[in-house]
């Protein structure tokens, strides 16, 4: 009782200072302006042994304005409360990963679009000189107008043409690089990829380097830490496979900051004829693109480990029979999981092209007009290679500007160049034999 009459006798006496006169002429003080703050008011209740604990807590007066809004000063009491963290030890500063364009430079790799009729698009590959000039349908346009400038930029050709000039991608140098046998396309490469489940650091064993492609993509796939061997018969197929692989190196090394590994192994020999090569290998996974096979099998499938894959590429039906049919009569360990061919069925989607659209649009008030145009909207689409998809018209070259005039309406079809049959695609499955 006689700490609470304390309390209510200051704030009277605090109450009367306020509405007193000031002296020396200044204005009269506003009650507020000396009022007690709620720690002030916190420390009048508390017994005297407690207001040195809360004393600790109180931030001094300059660091905060006398104005400071009540949650700053409970912020910054909190601040001042709560223990200071030890500095941590310097360390080496953290690498941002920002990707950093960098432009195409001399010694590498371009490749130039250029669209064509029937919506196609032209690729030309080239590998950029200080001297050279590519020379496109479009007309010319010197290697030095093209160095020293960012992937992604359209330029304009002696005979006004545009081109996109870019960095190639892996898929698109092996369909543009120089080939002597027919290369395994892209999309079955990938299909084979996931059929033997290749894994950075495995190792792998390829028949038939041809020219090159799968190599390149099993490289990759295996990484650093991995290793590609590859077997080729002839010569002039071993000779194209490492020069197409050493110049997509070559071109990677200059345009890119880390460095295309160089973990392939072209081995000139007769695969039949390699037993004694494979006695001390242990494979991961085996691709056999080749005419025969079913002649390799016996040879390389005591050197691929229990459970592994052995995709085979081969172009015929009947070549996929005779493997299968040597593989029951030798009794050889694997089983044939499935057999596919890969393919894929491009579209084509395009605004309908209409002809007298401002007119169309003036005249779109009348009803008679309109069911006019609206059959003769039918009609051109029934006829879309003549005038509504006309592609020779719309898609000879990239858009300087977006042209909007009016709305058209979007026609859909399966393209005209769609990618056929290349190749049966076989996966073996090695397992171990019952004891008889």
Known sequence: ?????????????????????????????????????????????????EVAAVERYAEPRSSASPQAPLEEKMAAAALSA????????PGPPEKKMAARPSPLRAGELALAELRRKHNATL??????????????????????????????????????????L???????????????????????IS??????????????LESGSGSGALSLFLSRAVG???????????????????????HWRNAWKIGHTEEWP???????????????????????AIVLDMLNPQSALPVVHPSLKEGGVCAVYLANITQVIDLLDRIRTHRLPFACEKIVEVTHRNWLVLPAKIKNCKSSQRAGTQEDIREDLQQKEGDEIQTRDEIVLNESEGN?????????????????????????????????????PPLS
């Open 82 to 89: 709560a223990p200071t963290a030890a500095p941590s030890p």
């Open 224 to 246: 650093p830490e991995g290793r590609v061997i590859s077997y080729e018969i002839r010569d002039d197929h071993h000779n194209l496979a490492k020069k197409n692989y050493r």
């Open 191 to 204: 299909a084979m990829l996931m059929m033997m489940d290749v894994h950075p650091g495995d190792v792998v």
């Open 166 to 188: 870019r960095r190639p991608s892996l898929d698109e140098y092996v369909l543009l690089m120089p080939r002597g046998p027919t290369i395994a396309y892209p999309k079955d």
């Open 123 to 164: 690729k030309l590959l080239c590998r950029l000189e200080a001297g050279g000039v590519l020379n496109s349908h479009g007309g010319l346009l010197p290697h030095r107008d093209i160095i020293g400038q960012l992937p992604g930029q359209l330029l304009r050709c002696s005979a006004g043409a545009r081109l996109l």
């Open 262 to 284: 160089d973990n392939v192994d072209f081995i000139l020999k007769d695969i039949s004829r390699a037993a004694e090569d494979m006695k001390s290998l242990t494979f991961d």
């Open 1 to 49: 009782m006689e700490r609470g009459a304390c309390s209510m006798a200051l704030a009277a006496r605090l109450l009367r200072r306020a509405f007193s006169s000031a002296s020396n002429g200044r204005r009269r003080r506003r009650a507020w302006e000396a009022s007690l703050s709620p720690l002030e008011r916190l420390k009048q209740l508390l017994p005297p042994e």
């Open 396 to 432: 000879e070259s990239f858009p300087a500007d977006a042209e909007a005039d009016c709305s058209a309406p979007y026609v859909a079809r399966p393209s005209r160049w769609q990618d056929a049959h290349s190749a049966f695609l076989t996966k073996l499955r090695k397992f171990r």
